[in-house]
């Protein structure tokens, strides 16, 4: 059975966890009512079920090609699935209407792109990375920019990049050595190379926008000197039409785990290899030495994105393994009076690993939701839009960091369900876990996530955003009147209490000489966060669907297994985390 997008999970979640009807019909999203929210999701599940999924078992096996000209060329099967994703305006729903975009809530072009990413995730990266160049280009650039490019990249005739990483120069971006040359006409000369670059060439648009960090001469070292520009595949000719080639391009493609599909590719920027003139021809983005405060709009879309990644692979890698444990048999279940081996999902430790890998997708969903959330409400409720603010920066290091990791969890426990068969790569459980792996590591490795939640985000504000999402937890559990929650929510009140207390201990490491063991608890203490404050979404959603009567037996049993299992666990941790990291420094590598 192939995957099918989860419309009744995913309507629960906008619905009951986060409340979506608080910014229909308001502000930006007047003209935005449920029964256009839900035909919208319908089609994407249709788009997701019938054109994108059957697509991706044979494009990780077919992959992508470079040819002896540099070109990167993908199967015809990639290029009818992008003329459909064009026809259906995809691109462009989450925009605005003044820039050509739908202009439909964020967290609904999320739940969009979590079908997206869970039927086939190497051709979904695509549209992401031109979702964060129409961001960039449309909060930064000019008004003669936007004009230019915003308009084919909303319709996706065009897509976009982004292009940070050096060979030599990682997550330290701020070690590149990419040079920008002006040339005295508001263009600039572009040289150096990028590597990683997701989808940097393919032939299935007219154009490819490329946003790429360069120093000029004479910038200040470090993160301070650099500075964005865009850099087309193709230049304006005389009749102002792109046909001319610019000196960017792919030199070669990387031959990786997972989403072999996308094409991530190394590109050469200035070399006299493609196009007529030496030098890439580019605009400058923003401000001289801005260029990083530019590329960090597009990075925070895209850590949100990759966190959904890592809900839609889980999601998909779910529907798989309990898809196969219902058809294979194996055994005789305890209990079971039929003659002849069992179904596998009879077996008590088949269960588990399924309701594990269900109850970790659901508290991905609620978490990457909330932030998706939390921006749109910045904009229909403007007068607490400073809080709305603060939440979505502080959710989106936990979103990207749990989701990504569940995913791998999720994916590596599919396999596990398929026995041996999911070692065999024809089963499509491998691919999961292939494609999976990857996001944890880019947008910013998971550690650096957790580093950015204790130094930014939690002493940053010398905890206030954490505080106050406690006092709401609090709250929460005081005002609950639903008696079989109680039992579960003593547990939450434990563990919330602990949160804090701890998120006061990694403060105040930070403010002394214990840096350093607040830097190795800063992944344990992202985890504590996610575990709660997912669990705490998902109890205030089993409490809204109980006020409205919802079938709620499935959900209940998931809160109760992650009360037990993942609240107990942040506990634990809570209670150890002086003790959890301390040889990091001791041991004598």
Not at 305 to 312: E, I, P, R
Request: overall charge negative; aromatic content about 8%; glycine content about 10%.
């Amino acid at each position: 059975m192939a995957y099918k997008a989860p419309i009744n999970d995913i309507t629960y979640c906008l619905d009951n966890i986060i409340g979506f009807d608080q910014v229909l019909g308001s502000g930006p999203f007047e003209e935005v009512d449920r029964d256009l929210s839900l035909q919208i999701l319908e089609e994407a599940a249709k788009f997701a079920d019938n054109i994108m999924a059957p697509t991706n078992i044979i494009g990780d096996r077919a992959g992508v090609k470079i040819d002896a000209n540099n070109n990167v060329i993908t199967p015809d099967f990639v290029k009818d699935i992008h003329q459909k994703y064009v026809e259906g305006g995809w691109q462009g729903l989450k925009f605005p209407s003044e820039i050509g975009g739908m202009g439909l809530p964020s967290v609904l072009g999320l739940a969009v792109s979590e079908m997206m990413h869970s039927s086939n995730m190497a051709f979904a990266l695509k549209p992401m990375l031109s979702t964060g160049t129409i961001l960039a280009i449309s909060k930064h650039g000019t008004q003669e920019q936007i004009e230019e490019f915003i308009p084919n990249l909303i319709d996706g005739t065009w897509s976009g990049t982004m292009n940070l990483t050096e060979p030599h120069a990682g997550s330290d971006v701020g070690a590149l050595t990419t040079r920008a040359i002006s040339q005295g006409d508001g263009t600039y000369k572009i040289y150096g190379q990028k590597i990683f670059i997701t989808w940097g060439d393919h032939d299935l648009t007219d154009n490819i926008i490329h946003l790429v960090l360069a120093r000029l001469p004479d910038a200040p070292s470090g993160p301070r000197g650099i500075s964005l520009f865009i850099v087309p595949k193709f230049l304006k000719d005389a009749d102002g039409n792109y046909t001319i080639r610019n000196d960017a391009g792919a030199i070669s493609i990387e031959h990786k785990l997972g989403i072999h599909l996308s094409p991530t590719c190394v590109m050469a920027y200035g070399d006299g290899i493609f196009g007529e003139q030496t030098g890439a021809i580019g605009y400058l983005l923003g401000e001289e030495n801005k260029g990083l405060a530019c590329m960090f709009t597009m990075m925070n879309e895209a850590r949100l994105d990759v966190g959904l990644q890592g809900v839609g692979i889980a999601e998909a890698a779910t529907q798989h393994a309990h898809n196969y444990a219902l058809d294979r048999k194996q055994g005789r279940a305890i209990g079971e009076t039929e003659a002849g081996s069992s179904a596998i999902i009879k077996h008590a430790d088949i269960r588990r690993m399924l309701l594990i890998m269900k109850a970790k997708t659901q508290l991905s969903r609620a978490i990457c939701y909330q932030t998706a959330f939390a921006t749109d409400m910045s904009r229909a409720d403007v007068e607490n839009k400073n809080y709305w603010h603060a939440l979505e920066g502080f959710l989106t290091p936990i979103a990207k960091a749990y989701s990504t990791d569940i995913g791998v969890d999720v994916a590596s426990l599919g396999v596990q369900i398929h026995g041996g068969m999911g070692f065999i790569e024809e089963t499509g459980a491998a691919q999961y876990l292939r494609d999976a792996r990857i996001a944890p590591i880019y947008e910013g490795t998971n550690g650096i996530q957790a580093n950015d939640l204790i130094g930014r985000k939690l002493s940053g504000d010398n905890g206030k955003m954490l505080y106050s999402i406690c006092d709401e937890i609090n709250k929460f559990i005081q005002d609950n009147n639903i008696e079989n929650l109680k039992p579960l929510l003593s547990i939450l009140s434990d563990a919330n209490s602990k949160m804090r207390e701890t998120a006061t201990k990694i403060i105040e490491w930070q403010n002394d000489e214990n840096i350093n063991n607040a830097l190795s608890n800063a992944t344990n203490f992202l985890k504590i966060c996610g575990h709660i404050i997912g669990f705490y979404y998902l109890a205030k959603g089993y409490s809204q669907a109980v006020v409205k009567g919802s079938n709620i037996e499935n959900n209940f049993a998931i809160l109760n297994f992650c009360a037990h299992n993942y609240l107990k666990e942040a506990i634990y941790i809570c209670n150890e985390i002086e003790y959890l990291a301390g040889g990091v420094f001791d041991y004598d590598f």
